[in-house]
Nanobody, 123 residues
Framework: EVQLVESGGGLVQPGMSLRLSCVAS????????MSWVRQAPGKGLEWISS????????NYADSVKGRFTISRDNAKNTLYLQMNNLKPEDTAVYYC????????????????WGQGTLVTVSS
């Protein structure tokens, strides 16, 4: 069964860093594009970042650009999100998702989602 398990969330103070992990199973991770998406309290889903299977093509939402870094270790079937200089507005449940690409570059859709991990940024 295809499964994505996020971890690494928690309570941190503004300005601190956190690294999220997503362990994948049930599919060939090394061939799959992946994404991070978050949902803040009272808000809808917000796409954060995506990465192609080889890790060479990456993009970020403007809200996190320069602070967050997406990466992957295909040998470990793991996706990462390094979050630096966290802000209160980063508080959200963070989900990793398998992104199916059927067209050029980013033409596709979110195929599978994990359960999410909660990140709370507060003083």
């Amino acid at each position: 069964e295809v499964q994505l398990v996020e971890s690494g969330g928690g309570l941190v103070q503004p300005g601190m860093s956190l690294r999220l992990s997503c362990v994948a199973s049930g599919f060939t991770f090394s061939s799959a594009a992946m994404s991070w998406v978050r949902q803040a309290p009272g808000k809808g889903l917000e796409w954060i970042s995506s990465i192609h299977s080889g890790g060479d093509i990456i993009n970020y939402a403007d809200s996190v650009k320069g602070r967050f870094t997406i990466s992957r270790d295909n040998a470990k079937n793991t996706l990462y999100l390094q979050m630096n200089n966290l802000k209160p507005e980063d508080t959200a449940v963070y989900y990793c998702a398998k992104y199916w690409i059927y067209g050029s570059t980013w033409e596709g859709y979110f195929e599978v989602w994990g359960q999410g991990t909660l990140v709370t940024v507060s003083s």
